[in-house]
T-cell receptor, first 115, second 114 residues
Framework: ETGVTQSPTHLIKTRGQQVTLRCSSQSGHNTVSWYQQALGQGPQFIFQ???????GRGNFPPRFSGLQFPNYSSELNVNALELDDSALYLC??????????????FGSGTRLTVV | AQSVTQLDSQVPVFEEAPVELRCNYS??????LFWYVQYPNQGLQLLLKYLSGSTLVKGINGFEAEFNKSQTSFHLRKPSVHISDTAEYFCAVRLNQGAQKLVFGQGTRLTINP
């Protein structure tokens, strides 16, 4: 059973640019959530996708957007990058719309640095 | 809205000593509670979770936590720590209905000294 895979592992972008981060969910999982973890902080919920539809969103501006594909993999897109977007971005997959009994499996994250 | 407070940002402990990492939460509705561990340059790994039933929950690597509804706490404990337990620990909650998100605390860095 494969876990959650995120790519790339590290990325450096310039302020104002756009970035796409990718996530392959654990086999059989149909729900993907994205979190932003700034240095020294706990992860913060960005949004969740269930069966290719957004299923909840945190306090992030619209320039943070996402997609989920039929194979349940997902992308996180960030437009007009700002310095404060520098963080570790974590993807988590789960079954059945995030029902708690199934738990979440986290990937190792993508470290984004905006300069 | 729910929130999580981890009362200690850093906890240094000697090897084989017991440890308690404290977590308090705030929510107007019932919640589910989780503890995750994060090793350097890695994602989050689930240690244990409380959904319902017995308030004492046992997890992996010898950790356990006790849910105390009256004190809105979910402290994590281990009777004897090992060097390999050095990591960042996060307490998290989610509502038992509606939004599916996890709300995390700020984290507690556990350092085990030989």
């Amino acid at each position: 059973e494969t876990g959650v895979t995120q790519s790339p592992t590290h990325l450096i972008k310039t302020r104002g640019q756009q970035v796409t981060l990718r996530c392959s969910s654990q086999s059989g999982h149909n729900t993907v959530s994205w979190y932003q973890q700034a240095l020294g902080q706990g992860p913060q919920f960005i949004f969740q996708y269930y069966r290719e539809e957004e299923n909840g969103r945190g306090n992030f501006p619209p320039r943070f957007s996402g997609l989920q594909f039929p194979n349940y993999s997902s992308e996180l897109n960030v437009n007009a990058l700002e310095l404060d977007d520098s963080a570790l971005y974590l993807c988590a997959s789960s079954l059945a719309g995030g029902a708690p009994g199934y738990g979440y499996t986290f990937g190792s994250g993508t470290r984004l640095t905006v300069v | 809205a729910q929130s999580v407070t981890q009362l200690d940002s850093q906890v240094p402990v000697f090897e084989e000593a017991p440890v308690e990492l404290r977590c308090n939460y705030s929510s107007s509705v019932s919640v589910y509670l989780f503890w995750y561990v994060q090793y350097p340059n890695q994602g989050l790994q689930l240690l244990l979770k409380y959904l319902s039933g017995s308030t004492l929950v046992k997890g992996i690597n010898g950790f356990e936590a006790e849910f105390n509804k009256s004190q809105t706490s979910f402290h994590l404990r281990k009777p004897s720590v090992h060097i390999s337990d050095t990591a960042e620990y996060f307490c998290a909650v989610r509502l038992n209905q509606g939004a599916q998100k996890l709300v995390f605390g700020q984290g507690t860095r556990l350092t085990i000294n030989p």
